[in-house]
């Protein structure tokens, strides 16, 4: 990896240079800490996407049970699932993310394991979830970490495990940002300060997930890509 690869483009510090990955990485951290901390009670809804279903449908088709929900919020696709008999792990970065699933897991009476953790830094063993889900949450990550993220996800996978993902047509709209060198958008404006945004195209989708045995995808509400990969 060249020193250039581990730098952000046209973002300058005082003295001109780019900064490093590992900088910008941390301030899309704190950008989440920030937008969940105004959020004091969690909103125990479901969102208004039609492919929830297929979500189970998928982790039924290859009989899994036990089930990570990556970068799970406050927590509605673990909830979700656990209304279902899944055993389910959450994982999020935001520590008010995981409080809020965890009230409402409580006030359902799920027993549900949420965690707070880093994507680049997970310690689940290998091979220990029969299923990964990720909503959302692909799209905040470059695509060199997006491609970390993938290769542990397939690690912590079983044999025969599945992979269920949802990634959004985000990217548009107004804002204000600069861009890293693989098109990645970094928010400057007041409302998303450090939010990394990037949308995948397919091609990019199946290269990331191309040590899977099987990858399907099909559009869904407006032009998100819903993703099933098979290790
Ligand atoms: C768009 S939200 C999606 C949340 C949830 N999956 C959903 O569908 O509502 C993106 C989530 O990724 C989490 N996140 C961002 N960076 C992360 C990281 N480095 N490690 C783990 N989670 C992260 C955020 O805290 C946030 O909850």
Redesign the pocket.
């Known amino acids: 990896m060249t020193k250039a690869d581990e730098l952000a483009t046209d973002k300058k510090d005082e003295d001109g240079a780019a900064l490093p990955i590992e900088v910008v ?1 941390q301030e ?2 704190c950008f ?2 920030r ?2 901390n105004m959020c004091k009670v969690p909103y125990t809804q479901l ?1 208004d996407l039609s492919y929830i279903p297929r979500i189970a449908d998928e982790l039924n088709k290859v009989g899994a049970k036990r089930i990570l ?6 927590g ?2 673990a909830v979700y699932l656990a209304r279902q008999g899944f055993e389910v792990v959450g ?4 520590a008010q ?1 995981i409080n809020l699933a965890n009230t409402w897991a409580k006030q359902e009476d799920l027993k549900i394991s949420f965690d707070v ?4 830094q997970l310690q689940y063993q290998a091979g220990s979830f029969d299923a990964v889900v ?4 692909f ?3 470059p695509i060199k970490q997006a491609q970390q993220l993938t290769d542990k996800v397939h690690l912590m996978l079983k044999d025969g495990g599945v992979f269920v993902g949802c990634f959004d047509k985000v990217g548009g709209g107004p804002g204000e940002y600069y861009s890293l060198e693989d098109g990645t958008h970094v928010y400057t404006d007041k409302a998303r300060k450090g939010m990394m945004l990037r949308r995948y195209s397919l091609e990019e989708l199946q290269d990331l997930f191309k040590d899977f045995k099987a990858m399907s995808n099909d559009e869904v509400d407006g032009g998100s890509i819903f993703l099933v990969a098979n290790k």
């Not at 929900?69 to 406050?74: A, Q």
């Not at 994982?91 to 935001?94: F, I, L, N």
């Not at 953790?117 to 680049?120: L, Y």
């Not at 990720?134 to 949450?137: E, K, P, T």
Request: a negative charge; glycine letters at 10%; hydrophobic letters at 45%.
């Open positions: 990485y899309n951290i989440w800490e937008a969940w969102p929900d990556l970068g799970c919020g406050s509605w696709l994982v999020d970065v935001s993310a953790g880093d994507a680049s990720a909503n959302s949450i799209e905040h990550f």
